[in-house]
């Protein structure tokens, strides 16, 4: 069955970065499109990132210049490679293919 499993979050100060992986398996990783979604306390689920099958990226305005999607078809393995964090950051971070998505990963940013 599809799974995906995201890793990598912590507690990190403003203006730290932090790299979140999301480890797939049960389907044809290099055909797949992936994103990233997160939700901060209290609100809902907001899109992030997309990577298609192709290396094309697509980035929503808050995250852009700062978030970088890739990915590995090796490892089957999509990253988020997260800079200069702010507060309003903080979220669960959730990878995403079509309907399914992972359990999440915490990340914290505070001071």
């Known amino acids: 069955q599809v799974q995906l499993v995201e890793s990598g979050g912590g507690l990190v100060q403003p203006g730290a970065s932090l790299r979140l992986s999301c480890t797939t398996s049960?389907?044809?990783?290099?055909?797949?499109?992936i994103n990233w979604a997160r939700q901060a306390p209290r609100k809902g689920l907001e899109w992030v990132s997309t990577?298609?099958?192709?290396?094309?990226?697509f980035y929503s305005p808050s995250v852009k210049g700062r978030f970088t999607i890739s990915r590995d078809n090796a490892k089957a393995t999509v990253y988020l490679q997260m800079d200069s964090l702010a507060p309003e950051d903080t979220a669960v971070y959730y990878c995403?293919?079509?309907?399914?998505r992972g359990q999440g990963t915490q990340v914290t940013v505070s001071s």
């Open positions: 990577i298609s099958s192709d290396g094309t990226t």
């Open positions: 995403r293919r079509g309907p399914s």
């Open positions: 049960g389907f044809t990783f290099s055909d797949a499109t």
